[in-house]
């Protein structure tokens, strides 16, 4: 890209394509004239996705960002945790995967638009504004109260009991949503006098009183086993889990019936193994015809597909570095 003919290359692309997508800081693609004024001229109809840590606008856009910092300086840090422990990064780049998600459907939104008017759009994608507006209900908790939600570890703030328990022999999730449910579970675990208090009858009261709540279900969960509760949980209709690792989450029965792992034939490494896209769809299903390209894989058919280079101009700028 920072030679001439790569960059004649990316402009000849843009002329017919409906999409570009940029990972590049502010400003970046500027100097190579190939921002979006640039190809907006050469392509009316482009839609020009760029995604970077901050956005194009305000004091921090000629910064870069990466999903650590970008989940600590969005709050997610601040409620995620215990509540006497340093405060934690979720265990995946969240705000990279949803940024990547917010980007498809905007981009699906001005191909509409495209459709209807022939007119392109820039699409401004930030990895701040996203991380801000996954905060979900621990924003809206803050919007309505004024109060900065703290770290719980594995409780919820709005719901009690909500969170993992010691069993007998691991830990479990236990997620009563509602009064019914939290009834059900006191009859189970033989604490009936749980759900006479009045101080648990409603979930409201359970939270005001969870500090005296949640270290008498702590004792009752530690009487059985995890597959014991599991069990007798499902059986009466108590939201539980398990807490899996990896290796325990692609051998679950529901995660196998739902075709969640895959394999794709590889030209070199043989039979790779690879995630499915979790998207059912009924009329036109997901179809996986081939693994993960390698390195300029499809530079050649591309490029002679949509520009029309011959075999000797792939071979000449190969030779220049411009293509891999």
Request: with cysteine.
């Amino acid at each position: 890209m920072s030679q001439p003919d790569g960059q004649a290359l990316i402009r000849d692309l843009a002329k017919d394509c409906d999409v570009l997508i940029e990972n590049f800081k502010v400003g970046g693609l500027k100097k190579y004239s190939l921002d979006y004024p640039a190809l907006q001229r050469i392509n009316p109809g482009l839609v020009y996705c760029s995604i970077t840590g901050f956005g194009q606008t305000g004091p921090y856009a000629d910064r870069a960002g990466y999903d650590f910092m970008i989940q600590a300086m969005g709050g997610m840090m601040s409620v995620t945790g215990e509540a006497d422990g340093l405060p934690m990064k979720i265990g995946v780049a969240l705000a990279d995967v949803l940024t990547g998600l917010y980007a498809a459907n905007a981009i699906q939104a001005a191909l509409i638009h495209q459709q209807k008017t022939g007119e392109g759009q820039f699409i401004d994608m930030a990895l701040l504004d996203v991380q801000v507006a996954t905060l979900a209900n621990q924003a809206m908790n803050y919007l309505a109260t004024g109060d900065s939600p703290g770290r719980l570890g594995n409780a919820h703030p709005n719901i009690v009991p909500y969170q993992a328990f010691q069993t007998a022999d691991g830990y479990i999730i236990l997620a009563i949503g509602n009064d019914a449910q939290f009834e059900r579970f006191c009859d189970l675990a033989n604490c009936s006098e749980l759900a006479a208090d009045e101080r648990f009858r409603s979930n409201s009261n359970r939270v005001k009183y969870r500090e005296t709540l949640v270290p008498r279900v702590a004792r009752v969960m530690l009487q059985k086993s995890s597959m014991d509760w599991l069990d007798a949980l499902n059986g009466r209709g108590i939201p539980c889990g398990p807490i899996n690792n990896l290796e325990q989450v692609f051998a679950d029965p529901q995660v196998q019936h739902r075709g969640m792992r895959l394999e794709l034939d590889h030209p070199v490494a043989g039979k790779v193994a690879s995630v499915a896209n979790p998207i059912k769809l009924s009329a036109t299903p997901v179809e996986y015809q081939q693994a993960p390209p390698m390195l300029g894989e499809h530079t050649n058919s591309v490029l002679s597909s949509l520009l029309g280079l011959s075999d000797q101009d792939l071979d000449l700028l190969r030779s220049r570095g411009v293509i891999a």
